[in-house]
């Protein structure tokens, strides 16, 4: 059984023409399957485009980035929905969306009016998720317990709620965990100032461990540095299996997958 990369960002590798190879390379890695993450309209219908070319290799999701809401917010999530009906290849999840207070600007007046959008918008797209019964990709950036309340007050199930790039502490795991939910982890787990994250991935567990490269972003080591890609994925999980969990990586392999395939049921 191969690896699942539940996170990744093809559009760069496509605008560089380069995604043959990225995608050649992950498969010699032993990556059995990949999400491209779908982050605003600009990259939907690209996703959907590349996602029925690889059929049963390349899957996506649809959904707005906090780091991508605007004014014009609502324009944009009122799209989300179709991408479900048709008979076009159809996201395996909705997002990833959620609450950045990161890159906020840092004019107290205008940060406040942008953090509002970002909470009506992800509002929006929870209720997406809660009337489609799909997983919901949730990006949380400075902001885990402003996005725990709006999931519990949304009534979406939280078993189908992935917390990606998981960087909080075992206290935030613990609230995931406790409400059904959970967290994958990126090549940010081989980071050597990253002990609170394996922390944190341990106890979660194997049982429920995703894993995912964000690629082109937080590549791990030994390529830190470097642009990320799917490939690289083997090298987080290599890690984690010995790391982390003191397993097999072929243990660590079959269980995450397994995890994968049914949290996205691909």
């Known amino acids: 059984m191969g ?3 539940t996170h990744t960002h093809l559009e760069s590798f496509m605008h560089a023409g380069t995604l043959a190879p990225a995608l050649a390379r992950a498969r010699e890695a032993g990556v059995d399957a990949l999400i491209t993450i779908g982050t605003s309209p600009e990259d939907w219908e690209l996703y959907r485009g590349i996602a029925g070319e690889q059929p049963g290799f390349v899957h996506y999701s649809v ?3 906090p780091c991508s809401v605007d004014a014009n917010w609502a324009a944009a999530v009122a799209r989300i929905e179709n991408f479900w009906s048709g008979p076009a290849s159809r996201p395996v999840a909705l997002g990833e969306c959620g609450l950045d207070r990161f890159h906020l600007p840092k004019e107290a007046a205008q940060a406040e009016v942008i953090f509002a959008w970002q909470r009506a918008a992800f509002a929006a797209q929870l209720e997406i998720a809660r009337r489609l019964a799909c997983p919901i990709v949730i990006h949380s950036r400075g902001a885990f317990r402003e996005c725990v309340e709006l999931i519990d007050a949304s ?5 189908r709620v992935v917390f990606h790039c998981f960087t909080e502490s075992e206290a935030e795991m ?4 406790r409400r059904g939910g959970c967290g994958s982890f990126t090549g940010i787990l081989t980071y050597k100032n990253a002990p609170a994250i394996r922390a944190a991935a341990k106890a979660q567990g194997l049982g429920r461990f995703m894993i995912e490269t964000d690629a082109p972003y937080l590549t791990p080591l030994p390529h830190r540095g470097k642009p990320n890609e799917p490939a690289f994925v083997r090298h987080t999980a290599e890690f984690a299996a010995a790391e ?3 397993v097999s990586f072929d243990e660590l392999t079959g269980t995450s997958t397994a995890n994968a395939r049914r949290f996205f049921d691909i």
């Not at 009534?155 to 078993?159: H, N």
């Open 155 to 159: 009534r979406v199930e939280w078993t």
């Open 174 to 177: 613990a609230e995931l965990t």
């Open 63 to 65: 959904g707005l980035h």
């Open 244 to 246: 982390v969990f003191g």
């Open 3 to 5: 690896l699942i990369d």
